[in-house]
Every structure is written in structure tokens, then in C-alpha cells.
Nanobody, 118 residues
Framework: QVQLVESGGGLVQPGGSLRLSCATSGFTFSMCAMNWYRQAPGKERELVATITSAGGSTNYADSVKGRFTISRDNAKNTVYLQMNSLKPEDTAVYYC???????????WGQGTQVTVSS
């Protein structure tokens, strides 16, 4: 049974930091590229950050570049998103996504709410 479980969301003041985690099971994590998406109310889902299967390459949306860092631990089947210098416009539900390299089949977590507000 495939599972992706996000955690670490919450309420934070502008300028603060949060670290999201996505613990996975039920598939071969090391054979998947991993992504973090977010969706704000009334907006389309947006790709925030990507990391390759071995972690050798990352990519970020322009809106978060220099503030967010994606990383992974293949021994723990977990991907992380370190978010610094948070802004109110970062408020959204953040979703973890796994994409199998060979087939393109993907899996989604249930999301975790991040709210940036004073």
C-alpha cells in the first residue's frame, strides 16, 4: 500500500521557518524523483521544488528560490522541504509527490497546511 504522509506544517510568523517532512512507504523511494507542490485558496496547484532520485539535482520555483531547500534521505524513504524567510504568500496546502522514473506513475500525499501570518 502506497503511503506518503506529510508533516511539519503549521502557523508561523512572517520571516519564520518550517521544515516539512514526507515519509513514504509501499514503493521504491530511491527510484522516484520527488516533488513538493502547493495550492493556495482559489489558485492552481504550483510546483515548488524537485529533487532527483539520488538527490544530485534540485530545482525550485522562482518564488521560493534562495529561501526553500529540498532534500531527501533514501535510507529513511523521506523527503524534506526546509522553508526559511517565510512570507504570507507562502500560505498554502503543501503536497508531497513521487514520480517513478521508468513509468511516470506518480503518487500523492494528503497535504499539510502552512499558514504564514502575524
Amino acid at each position: 500500500q502506497v503511503q506518503l504522509v506529510e508533516s511539519g506544517g503549521g502557523l508561523v510568523q512572517p520571516g519564520g521557518s518550517l521544515r516539512l517532512s514526507c515519509a513514504t512507504s509501499g514503493f521504491t523511494f530511491s527510484m522516484c524523483a520527488m516533488n513538493w507542490y502547493r495550492q493556495a485558496p482559489g489558485k492552481e496547484r504550483e510546483l515548488v521544488a524537485t529533487i532527483t532520485s539520488a538527490g544530485g539535482s534540485t530545482n525550485y520555483a522562482d518564488s521560493v528560490k534562495g529561501r526553500f531547500t529540498i532534500s531527501r534521505d533514501n535510507a529513511k524513504n523521506t523527503v524534506y522541504l526546509q522553508m526559511n524567510s517565510l512570507k504570507p504568500e507562502d500560505t498554502a496546502v503543501y503536497y508531497c509527490n513521487a514520480v517513478r522514473i521508468m513509468s511516470g506513475v506518480d503518487y500523492w500525499g494528503q497535504g499539510t497546511q502552512v499558514t504564514v501570518s502575524s
